[in-house]
């Protein structure tokens, strides 16, 4: 746990530092969203769905939003992640990666839409 907190630490210092600074066609990189997605991979759903809410609640902090709708988006994105990853016949080849939590992360944080769990 405490590299997991190190690691949000970390999270903050880019995106406060570095990540807000760099733009490409007017839109910046979110740390705070790559964190549970990289965490649920790793250490499996449940892990990714609470760091996911922390890092959320975090970033309603950081960036004075309204507290709770990031922290919904985290969880569910660490939460889906780490589901997918679990279940992903080519987890060891990396295979699953770009494609299945790149799509969970896109229909979450861009479209607002459910996504089904492919078997």
Do not use: E, K, N
């Not at 490409?24 to 759903?45: H, Q």
């Not at 939003?65 to 780490?82: E, F, H, K």
């Not at 016949?89 to 996504?115: D, F, K, M, N, T």
């Amino acid at each position: 746990m405490l590299r997991l907190a190190l690691l949000l630490v970390l999270g903050i210092g880019l995106q406060a530092v570095f990540t807000s600074r760099f733009t490409v066609l007017g839109v910046t990189a979110d740390v705070f969203l790559i964190l549970p997605v990289l965490v649920g991979m790793s250490r499996g759903a449940l892990v990714g769905a609470l760091f996911g809410f922390i890092s959320g609640l975090v970033a309603d902090i950081v960036f004075m939003d309204p507290i709770g709708l990031r922290m919904l988006l985290y969880l569910l994105a660490g939460y889906l992640c780490g589901l997918y990853w679990s279940g992903c016949p080519l987890q060891c080849l990396g295979g699953c990666a770009p494609g299945g939590c790149g799509h969970v992360g896109w229909a979450i944080g861009v479209r607002g839409i459910p996504v089904h769990h492919r078997q």
